[in-house]
């Protein structure tokens, strides 16, 4: 009988275990074979036919749909290039280089890679329309509060920089030069 | 030489729950992209059904705005498009036309997750972007009908019956929506029968 009993409990146990231990690695991160470059994280898996299982479960349970691996590559940046994570309190300087791309987007997003609201109605600079220093170079101001040149709004609270690079030549077999992406400078804090 | 005892005594019974766990474990995330409520397809779906229909069968997406995402970590500068197919019905041909311009990319995923073919304007062959997917049995059959397809043509194989082809359309400035939207228009979705084999 206690047999039973202890076998029964082990089989709660187990499935208990199982189901946390699902959505505990489901939450940690976004899957195998991150590509780093200073702050920015692309996964260039997500977009290919050779995605892994953790990967896609963690794409159902988001319900995102993933940019083809050959239509571009999506970098994800949680902190600036210092490393300290990005605050809504704090104005952001995001400057040039960007990687070579036939076009490229800079986008501000919550962690759970929804826009965040604002009177402009500005969620994202493209590379085409983006006011630029003689010479290309560029400076785009990530910040609560209204800045003059290209201002990307944000909130307060923790949110994501995503730089989209459309037709990109990036080879992601090997790691990139972190001094050919944005570096991502804090300007100051309120 | 007690506690070596009790340790023996439960060791079977951590080691099947460590077994019941890591099943358990293995199993939901690979059925995940099966159950998922909220997953890509299912958010498209619902959707498409809200969205107007051209006539040429492609749903187009309201604009991103906050809080009326339809799915996270989308590019807010693209006007989309989406197609759903059904591979029991038939298989489905995306015509688009490519514009060397414009950057358009189509990307086919399958119920489950799994882009399984994607393409833009640059990967246009004469100016033209032109798949047919089928499933296996269905590629299958339209190869042994006509062995060289029509030049401009691809043809993929989808893992699922049911997918659907998402449409990018990047607006360069804002003031370039409706014209990114309408290039959206000019791609067409339709259901094709299969060939007799």
């Known amino acids: 009988m206690t047999n039973y009993l202890k076998a029964f409990a082990a089989m709660i146990a187990g499935l208990l275990i199982g189901f946390a231990m699902t959505a505990v690695s489901l939450g940690l991160g976004r899957g195998f074979g991150a590509l780093a470059a200073g702050p920015w994280t692309a996964w260039p898996r997500h977009g290919a036919a050779d995605i892994d299982p953790y990967a896609r479960a963690m794409l159902a349970r988001t319900g995102e749909a993933p940019l083809g691996r050959d239509q571009g590559l999506a970098f994800i940046a949680r902190a600036d290039s210092s490393g ?21 987007t800079l986008a501000v997003a919550t962690t759970s890679g929804t826009l965040i609201d604002n009177p402009a109605r500005r969620y994202a600079f493209t590379s085409a329309e983006i006011l630029r220093r003689e010479g290309g170079g560029f400076a785009i101001d990530a910040a609560e509060e209204a800045h003059p040149g290209n201002w990307l709004p944000t909130r307060r609270g923790p949110f994501l920089l995503i730089l989209r690079l459309y037709d990109t030549s990036l080879d992601t077999e090997v790691a990139p030069d972190p001094s050919t992406f944005p570096k991502i400078i804090k300007l100051g804090c309120a | 030489m007690k506690f070596l005892d009790r340790l023996l005594d439960v060791l079977p019974w951590l080691l099947a729950t460590a077994c019941v766990a890591g099943s358990v474990h293995i199993i939901s995330v690979l059925l995940m992209p099966e159950v998922a409520p909220r997953s890509a397809f299912a958010r498209l779906l619902a959707a498409a059904r809200a969205a107007p229909t051209t006539q040429t069968g492609v749903a187009v997406l309201p604009p991103a705005a906050p809080g009326a995402e339809i799915t996270p970590f989308e590019d807010p500068a693209f006007a989309e498009g989406v197609c759903l197919f059904d591979l029991s019905k038939g298989m489905m041909r995306v015509v688009a036309d490519a514009d060397p311009e414009d950057y358009l990319a189509l990307s086919f995923h399958a119920r489950t997750g799994r882009v399984f073919h994607a393409a833009t304007d640059r990967s246009a062959i004469k100016g033209r972007i032109e798949v047919m997917v089928g499933d296996a049995g269905q590629i299958e059959a339209l190869e042994s009908q006509d062995e060289e397809a029509p030049p401009s043509q691809v043809r993929v194989t989808s893992p699922t019956k049911r997918g659907f082809v998402l449409i990018r359309s990047l607006a360069k400035r804002a003031s370039d929506r409706d014209r990114a939207e309408q290039r959206l228009r000019l791609v067409t979705c339709e259901t094709v029968a299969e060939p007799d084999s």
């Open chain 1, 84 to 104: 300290a994570t990005l605050d809504g309190r704090c104005a952001y300087r995001i400057t040039d280089p960007a990687p070579a791309a036939r076009y490229w």
